[in-house]
């Protein structure tokens, strides 16, 4: 099925280590982007690790300290996760919807993402690892990243959460807003 993304704004954002890009543009131009002064490890270092993780306590950091411009968006990728999303499936079930961006096969609702996120963070970090063999490593700031990206989710006002494995140097804002 054809798609067009709406027409105003199409947002991505990758966490790193240390620090947080959030991209907003449209199929003409860069709108706005967004440096967060701050990623997982940052995060993980204060507050601590993800069986330890007063999780009440980051949300209500991230809502005071994640300032975005007065953007609203319909959708958002969010970068870097869909392959252990899709890889952990069957252990952390998730409701999703399909997708038709190329490449990206699934989204999740708003209400279905905060669900998923929920269940990773009651979930032991060593659980998590033994779901994804492939870079178990990369579990230690998962459920802290896809925590920043639901905050910046909410603060744009988006109805879809769309999990890629692009990177914001792939070209992702162009891909989100041409029609398919």
């Known amino acids: 099925m054809a798609n067009a993304v709406s027409a105003t704004n199409s947002p991505a954002i990758n966490i790193g280590g240390g620090s947080t890009e ?25 507050f601590g690790a993800h069986n330890n993780i007063d999780w009440e306590k980051l949300d209500e950091y991230l809502a005071a300290e994640i300032v975005i411009p ?27 919807d399909s997708c038709s961006f190329k490449d990206h096969p699934i989204s999740f609702t708003l209400p279905h993402y905060i669900e998923y996120i ?9 659980q998590i690892k033994s779901y994804y063999p492939k870079n178990p490593t990369f579990c230690d700031g998962y459920t802290v990243g896809l925590s920043v990206y639901l905050a910046c989710a909410k603060k744009l006002g988006v109805e879809r959460v769309i999990p890629s494995n692009n990177d914001l140097t792939d070209g992702i804002v162009y891909e989100m807003t041409k029609t398919i």
């Open 22 to 46: 959030l991209v907003v543009g449209t199929n003409e131009k860069l709108e706005t982007a967004v440096k967060i002064p701050f990623g997982a490890k940052f995060i993980l270092k204060t």
């Open 70 to 96: 007065p953007v609203k968006a319909k959708d958002i990728f969010i970068t870097g996760v869909l392959d252990i999303v899709t890889t952990m499936k069957d252990n952390i079930p998730a409701e999703t």
């Open 118 to 126: 929920e269940k990773l963070r009651a979930t032991p970090l060593e």
